[in-house]
């Protein structure tokens, strides 16, 4: 009896940004894809809604991050062209923090990562950013790195152009569609995925499903974290209507004061100076489905009380908020790596709250690894690693597969 082949050559799982990119590269160069979403496009449900979401250059979180990003502008563009869509909005970038913070200076962070790359930037002081963008209303001993080329990505038309361009080369796409497990066959090698509605098989599986990975690959949950995000939208009153909007006179931002550090974009999609915290405090849930998707009235001043600080002008109505998640590992690095035991199997997740700028280059490394198990793009520092920390119990526990794992951590330390 002859070898059955399998229905695909990949399957993604989870068509959110990372995957709805992963499905468009795979199906660019000739493979037989199917992407499963368990729920719909662009969806409320995990990390990727709210209209937009920052992509900067300059980059406090390590200068390795930097080439990728470059190659990510690269493919934003490109995605633009063949959609003709417009989706990345070219602000400039704001990294600020005081000159003498002690600890983890962000500020001087990004001044690391823009010199060692080389990239073009201007090193200004609190009053020399209030005095070019007049929405912004910094402390004089605050000192700020300006990058020209951070801006605004469309996340959710994001998502819908990679998964239409995707299904315009062949893709297949199935939502709502819940992946309730997995296996391989050691002996052919080829992976079954089970659904709600049915099974599939494949040559190669790519696991990119966010925060709810650990639904599908348990052994995660002894290394991630999912935390609650809660982003505001602020009016604005100030005599100059255009003083934050994507005009060149208000620039997304990175702030970081003695406790804590913000975001924050011009008005872009909805009526609102938009801004969100990082890793805020006692927001860890146990899982996806338990995430409190109200929005309080603690939440509200939690993030009024950074708007009435740095950015008075929009010290008014809160005119939405969203809940979304973050899946954030001890080191908030990545996780991008074929599976340490079953190498048919590629995995990306805990993107760790900055993610979203590196789906248009994960995408194209997804499908190296997938098709060639291998890529050209340095990703050592995110590959899986029992070094990392809180990796070594995962890593053995994804060795044995099916092996018992430690209880999820309740919290993870801040940089701060």
Not at 389 to 414: E, I
């Amino acid at each position: 009896m002859g070898r059955t082949e399998p229905q695909y050559d990949a399957i993604v799982v989870g068509v959110g940004g990372m995957g709805s990119a992963a499905l468009y590269h795979l199906a660019k160069r000739g493979s037989k894809v199917l992407g499963l979403e368990q729920y719909s496009i662009a969806h409320h449900n995990g990390s990727s809604h709210g209209i937009s979401r920052i992509i900067r250059l300059a980059y406090h979180e390590d200068p390795a991050y930097v080439p990728l990003l470059k190659r990510a502008y690269e493919l934003w563009r490109e995605l633009e062209q063949e959609t003709k869509q417009d989706l990345l909005c070219i602000t400039g970038s704001i990294d600020t923090a005081r000159g003498d913070l002690q600890g983890y200076n962000g500020f001087k962070k990004s001044l690391q990562s823009a010199q060692e790359h080389n990239l073009e930037h201007e090193i200004l002081t609190g009053d020399e950013v209030n005095a070019r963008f007049p929405g912004y209303s910094l402390p004089s001993d605050f000192m700020a790195v300006y990058q020209p080329e951070g801006g605004i990505l469309a996340s959710e038309l994001c998502i819908a152009a990679h998964i239409k361009a995707a299904q315009s080369l062949g893709a297949h796409f199935h939502a709502p569609e819940k992946v309730e497990a997995w296996k391989v066959d050691d002996a052919t090698g080829i992976v079954t995925i089970f659904t709600d509605q049915g099974q599939y098989t494949a040559r190669k599986l790519v696991l990119t499903a966010g925060s709810w990975m650990p639904d599908i690959m348990p052994e995660l949950q002894s290394a991630v974290v999912v935390e609650r995000q809660v982003i505001g939208w602020f009016s604005v009153k100030h005599p100059d209507p255009d003083c934050c909007t994507p005009s060149g006179k208000f620039p997304v931002f990175l702030l970081q004061d003695e406790t804590d550090y913000w975001y924050g974009f011009p008005q872009f999609g909805y009526n609102g100076l938009k801004i969100g915290k990082f890793h805020r405090g006692n927001n860890i849930v146990a899982h996806p489905k338990d995430l409190d998707r109200t929005v309080s009235l603690d939440d509200e001043q939690m993030m009024r009380g950074a708007i009435s600080k740095f950015f008075p002008v929009a010290n008014h109505e809160m005119t939405k908020a969203a809940v979304c998640m973050f899946t954030t590992t001890q080191d908030s690095h990545f996780i991008v790596d074929l599976h340490p035991k079953h190498k048919q199997v590629v995995v990306c997740s805990a993107c760790s709250g900055h993610g979203y700028k590196f789906c248009s280059v994960m995408g194209e490394i997804l499908a190296d690894l997938a098709l060639t198990g291998k890529t050209q793009h340095d990703i050592d520092f995110i590959r899986f690693n029992d070094a990392r920390p809180g990796q070594k119990d995962m890593m053995h526990s994804l060795q044995q597969r099916g092996a018992p794992v430690k209880p999820p951590p309740t919290s993870f330390p801040s940089k701060l």
